[in-house]
């Protein structure tokens, strides 16, 4: 029987691959990517052992990783941080993400190293409070996400027309993000921004920065519990209903729909399922096994059966459209309130 080498290949480097996360998470915690991008004359591995006691024989093969990932640059036997790594890996610029970078990686660690258990247990995790409790972490998890959530809200901004847009309901606003930057891009618009009460200062802190304060309502609620106010053009929910469990969304999206003017517009940014190979992002489907094998209530739909219930609940015009160059979710999905 003749060996295929292609074929073994393929699924060692689909491991392979995953180990530069670790290599990825090692730079961040270390220092090592602000570190060279202070010095933009480059830096050799003697240079980085004396002055920040980096061990050679591991930076080498870590700034080796790195290169690989084009996140550092080798001139010689100098290394300089590219400019996505110094943007983007350095703690002190606006739009780092090495918090959110370690927030997943904590969670990754525990909930998919135990995968193959709970696979063969016959059930996952018993679910559990996707917000009552470990308010601690959640207040992490939102503050990592900042510079992530800002830059996805300037490309939505960007990419839809909100011209008639004058009152606007942002639910699971998170630091505000999409509402300042709607607000910022429709200056005769105003907002309500709600989330939950644990996130209700740092949003009421993000909104005063952008000088808001005056045209934001900060509101701490939870749109599956109660009624919400009405009278919107716009209704935002991004990435708030995989938290939840899909037997409820049809009540979230009725609130929704009560909320806003017949006429009025709701957009949904969300990781979903629209088909199974490797044409389709997989990422829906890790960020539904992290939420799942964490004892999490939500996971991912698909983007046909969601379809159908917007029209359910009472919103057409429904449109899907994928996100390909968005990290954080898949599809924008928009309907009008018949």
Not at 103 to 130: C, D, H, I, M, V
Not at 194 to 222: F, M
Request: glycine fraction near 10%; charged fraction near 20%; charge should be negative.
């Amino acid at each position: 029987m003749s060996t295929d080498n292609a074929g073994i290949a393929r699924i060692l480097n689909i491991f392979t691959r995953s180990l530069s996360g670790y290599v990825l998470i090692a730079a961040d915690q270390s220092g090592l990517i602000p570190f060279l991008a202070a010095h933009p004359e480059g830096l050799t591995i003697e240079e980085l052992a004396r002055e920040r006691s980096f061990e050679p024989r591991l930076t080498a093969l870590v700034l080796h990783v790195l290169g690989h990932l084009e996140l550092v640059e080798a001139h010689g036997d100098r290394f300089r941080a590219t400019e996505v790594a110094a943007r983007h890996l350095d703690p002190s610029k606006p739009a780092y993400c090495g918090g959110w970078l370690n927030f997943l990686y904590a969670g990754r660690e525990f909930s998919f190293g135990k995968l193959g258990e709970y696979l063969t247990a016959g059930s996952a995790p018993a679910p559990q409070s996707n917000y009552d409790e470990n308010t601690d972490i959640l207040r992490f998890m939102m503050s990592a996400w900042g510079p992530i959530g800002t830059a996805a809200a300037d490309a939505f901004v960007r990419r839809t027309d909100l011209s008639g847009a004058r009152r606007i309901l942002d639910l699971g606003a998170g630091n505000g993000a999409f509402t300042i930057a709607a607000l910022s891009a429709v200056p005769e618009a105003t907002a309500t921004a709600i989330d939950l009460p644990y996130q209700v200062e740092a949003l009421q802190a993000h909104v005063d920065a952008a000088g808001l304060s005056d045209r934001v309502e900060v509101v701490a609620g939870d749109v599956l519990e109660g009624d919400l106010p009405s009278g919107y053009d716009t209704v935002f929910l991004n990435n708030v209903l995989h938290a939840w469990d899909p037997s409820r969304y049809a009540k979230a999206l009725a609130s929704c729909a009560a909320a806003l003017r017949p006429g009025g517009t709701i957009h949904i940014r969300e990781h979903m399922l629209d088909g199974f190979g490797p044409e389709h992002r997989v990422e829906p489907a890790l960020t539904a096994l992290g939420i799942v094998t964490t004892g999490g209530q939500g996971g991912a739909t698909d983007v046909g059966d969601f379809r159908n219930l917007l029209h359910e609940s009472g919103f057409g015009e429904v449109t899907v459209e994928p996100l390909p160059d968005q990290p954080d979710c898949s599809h924008l999905i928009t309907g009008r309130r018949l």
